[in-house]
């Protein structure tokens, strides 16, 4: 069974561009939920997606947004990057099914704002 | 709002002596609480968790505490190895996985 895939591994972006992250949830998982981890503040909740709709936000701004396809495939977009928005972001797949809800992440997308 | 507080940030124990990490939690409606091992450049792993509606609970030489008056809940590791060695996330959620609110996380070193 193939575990939660992420694309790109490694990006590097340019401040004021914008940048898409893409996540594949394992198979039969219908939540994906997104996660950025910096060194100082740790690792923090973006948004999750389940059936195709936000069911919880972070406190994040607006630049950062997200969506989720009838495959439960998501993506998260991040608009007018700033030097700040440089970080591992995480994407979790859970079945979320009965008392089955352990969260399997994926290895990440580095992304580097230059 | 949600948060949840761990100590310490950094912890270096004796080979075969016992590690204890602990956390508090704010959300009153926090009912599932996972504990995350993320090793160097690698994923989170889920490495044990626990319900409210139980007290304890433990696997191996991985045992989980949870006080939900005082809101406190605690990770054991006995016999400490090597290969124990990395950085340790608690965690809370009102009862699923899809908004897990993290600690800020240990950084666990085991000393030869």
């Known amino acids: 069974k193939a575990g939660v895939t992420q694309t790109p591994r490694y990006l590097i972006k340019t401040r004021g561009q914008q940048v898409t992250l893409s996540c594949s949830p394992i198979?039969?998982?219908?939540?994906v939920s997104w996660y950025q981890q910096t060194p100082g503040q740790g690792l923090q909740f973006l948004f999750e997606?389940?059936?195709?709709?936000?069911?919880n936000k972070g406190n994040f701004p607006g630049r950062f947004s997200g969506r989720q396809f009838s495959n439960s495939r998501s993506e998260m977009n991040v608009s007018t990057l700033e030097l700040g928005d440089s970080a591992l972001y995480l994407c979790?797949?859970?079945?979320?099914?009965?008392?089955?809800?352990?969260?399997?992440f994926g290895q990440g997308t580095r992304l580097t704002v230059v | 709002g949600e948060n949840v507080e761990q100590h310490p940030s950094t912890l270096s124990v004796q080979e075969g002596d016992s590690a204890v990490i602990k956390c508090t939690y704010s959300?009153?409606?926090?009912?599932?609480f996972p504990w995350y091992k993320q090793e160097l450049g690698k994923r989170p792993q889920l490495i044990i968790d626990?319900?409210?509606?139980?007290g304890e609970k433990k696997d191996q030489r991985i045992a989980v505490t949870l006080n939900k008056t005082a809101k406190h809940f605690s990770l054991h590791i006995t016999e400490t190895q090597p290969e124990d060695s990395a950085v340790y996330f608690c965690?809370?959620?009102?009862?699923?996985?899809?908004?897990?609110?993290f600690g800020s996380g240990t950084r666990l070193s085991i000393r030869p």
């Open positions: 979790a797949s859970s079945l979320v099914q009965g008392s089955d809800t352990e969260a399997f």
């Open positions: 198979s039969g998982h219908r939540s």
């Open positions: 997606y389940f059936s195709e709709t936000q069911r």
């Open positions: 959300d009153s409606a926090s009912n599932y």
């Open positions: 626990i319900r409210s509606n139980v």
């Open positions: 965690a809370a959620s009102r009862g699923s996985a899809s908004k897990i609110i």
